[in-house]
């Protein structure tokens, strides 16, 4: 397996534009989260899935981020409009387990909104 | 919520050195203690993984102590090498959630 893959590596936006991120998780993985790292905070969790129905969404910022997994080898997290602070490496990690066993995590979007 | 916290945010040392990190945990009531290693510009590796049963796992160079009563873990890198240089993360796994709690990391520089 190549791993979690996500696409694309870097994305330059301007204030106010759609953003589209994308995961591709390992076979077989039942669970798939997306995190977002900043210098301030650190790597927070933004959403996980469990069997692409999403469980946890309490960490999403606001109404202008939404994300998807219409199955199970495919996730987006999309930004509508996006703004300068959203600006950040997102990361996406997959599971076979719960409970925090056997994470994988894909190279992240470096994403900058100026 | 659990609060995951490591000090000192960046250390650095000569080459052969032992050094410890630092993980503390506010909520001690953890499935698992996993600790990270991120390089520049790629994800997260993981390193070690203790779980809550456990006192401590080895991997090499590399040990991670759990002691989850006083809300503490550390990772312990023996004779460090300059290709041990990058940011290390701990993050704790919970039973009545699936996501991890992450700490801000500790960068580490091993000068040759």
């Known amino acids: 397996d190549a791993g979690v893959i996500q696409s694309p590596r870097h994305e330059v936006t301007e204030m106010g534009q759609e953003v589209t991120l994308r995961c591709k998780p390992i076979?077989?993985?039942?669970?798939l989260f997306w995190y977002r790292q900043t210098m301030m905070r650190g790597l927070e969790l933004l959403i996980y899935?469990?069997?692409?129905?999403?469980?946890?969404d309490s960490g999403m910022p606001e109404d202008r981020f939404s994300a998807k997994m219409p199955n199970a080898s495919f996730s987006t997290l999309k930004i509508q409009p996006s703004e300068p602070r959203d600006s950040a490496v997102y990361f996406c990690?997959?599971?076979?387990?719960?409970?925090?066993?056997?994470?994988?995590f894909g190279s992240g979007t470096r994403l900058t909104v100026v | 919520k659990q609060e995951v916290t490591q000090i000192p945010a960046a250390l650095s040392v000569p080459e052969g050195e032992n050094l410890v990190l630092n993980c503390s945990f506010t909520?001690?009531?953890?499935?698992?203690l996993q600790w990270f290693r991120q390089d520049p510009g790629k994800g997260l590796t993981s390193l070690l993984l203790?779980?809550?049963?456990?006192r401590e796992q080895t991997s090499g160079r590399l040990n991670a102590s759990l002691d989850k009563s006083s809300g503490r873990s550390t990772l312990y890198i023996a004779a460090s090498q300059p290709g041990d240089s990058a940011t290390y993360l701990c993050a704790s796994g919970e039973g009545g959630a699936n996501n991890l709690f992450f700490g801000t990391g500790t960068r580490l520089t091993v000068i040759p």
């Open positions: 899935f469990n069997n692409n129905v999403p469980i946890d």
């Open positions: 203790i779980q809550s049963s456990q």
């Open positions: 909520d001690s009531a953890i499935y698992n």
């Open positions: 990690a997959s599971s076979a387990l719960p409970s925090g066993y056997g994470y994988t």
């Open positions: 076979s077989g993985h039942d669970y």
